[in-house]
């Protein structure tokens, strides 16, 4: 089962766009435009993939020793740092989705409603926490697997349907109900089964630092003067990143946050210290 998931998972990354290229109007354009938003709407999915790969084998090791409290607390910490870090790409993708587009060229623009689609539906696999990793692990992989069925049987069904009066915007939707439902159902799986949830108190932080450097960005695009382009894309990601960031040291780490922080630079700085030894005996 957990290998079906796999390849499903997989086909289903392939599945819209040859969608949309074979069933929407003016299929060339629509499947171009759609491909392009997408491709920014999933850049948050990469943060996913690199906690994932930290979190299975942890969350596997304290599963199997039945160490719960310590699972649930690597849970909700996996949680909260899946949300903080892809949260600012979300906000950029919905406030400053023409500038975006613009990277591809001009006529790439009118996809800006797709790409707010598309990266509400990304918000459902960074905002729920790694639920599908907990469901495989916690050896309930014949579930993950059925959910993934019924996740595809329902977007092909929405395709089918929206794609051909609709196009690209149809295909989003889909997709949209589609990360609803693939987000969703394991989070509630997870909590009636293992009784653990994603989120902690200080959830709130990240999304208030994201709502206002997203605002913020707004009035120093606006204010000086920038049409919709590669420019003011550039401007409004510098300034996100710039408050969001300051924002958060405002607000506060807490003391699992500063914990994390700790373990990532000190696995930098021992990166570094060992590539400076191999120098030095390089070198001699």
Request: some cysteine; overall charge positive; charged content about 15%.
């Amino acid at each position: 089962p957990a290998w079906g998931t796999k390849i499903i998972e997989n086909i289903r990354a392939q599945l819209f766009p040859l969608l949309v290229g074979s069933v929407a109007p003016r299929a060339l354009s629509a499947a171009a435009a759609f491909v392009a938003s997408k491709r920014l709407a999933v850049a948050p999915g990469a943060i996913n993939v690199a906690l994932n790969q930290v979190y299975s084998p942890m969350g596997s090791n304290l599963f199997m020793q039945d160490r719960r409290i310590e699972l649930s607390t690597l849970f909700k910490n996996m949680g909260k740092w899946s949300f903080t870090l892809a949260f600012p790409l979300f906000c950029l993708q919905v406030a400053f989705p023409k500038e975006l587009l613009s990277i591809f060229g001009a006529d790439f623009r009118s996809a800006d409603t797709t790409l707010v689609v598309l990266a509400f539906g990304m918000l459902f696999n960074f905002g729920t926490g790694p639920v599908t990793t907990t469901l495989i692990m916690s050896g309930r992989s014949r579930l993950a697997l059925v959910d993934y069925v019924v996740v595809v049987v329902v977007e092909i069904a929405l395709g089918l349907w929206l794609i051909p009066t609709h196009g690209g915007l149809g295909a989003a939707i889909a997709l949209l109900v589609g990360n609803a439902l693939n987000n969703g159902v394991p989070l509630w799986q997870v909590w009636s089964l293992l009784r653990v949830h994603p989120y902690r108190r200080d959830h709130w932080k990240p999304a208030a630092a994201g709502l206002v450097a997203v605002v913020i960005a707004k009035l120093v695009v606006s204010g000086i003067g920038l049409s919709v382009g590669v420019l003011a894309a550039g401007v409004a990601v510098g300034v996100v990143c710039f408050v969001y960031l300051g924002l958060l040291l405002i607000l506060g780490l807490s003391v699992e946050d500063r914990a994390a922080i700790e373990a990532l630079t000190a696995g930098l700085r021992r990166g570094a210290k060992k590539g400076i030894a191999e120098d030095s005996r390089g070198t001699t």
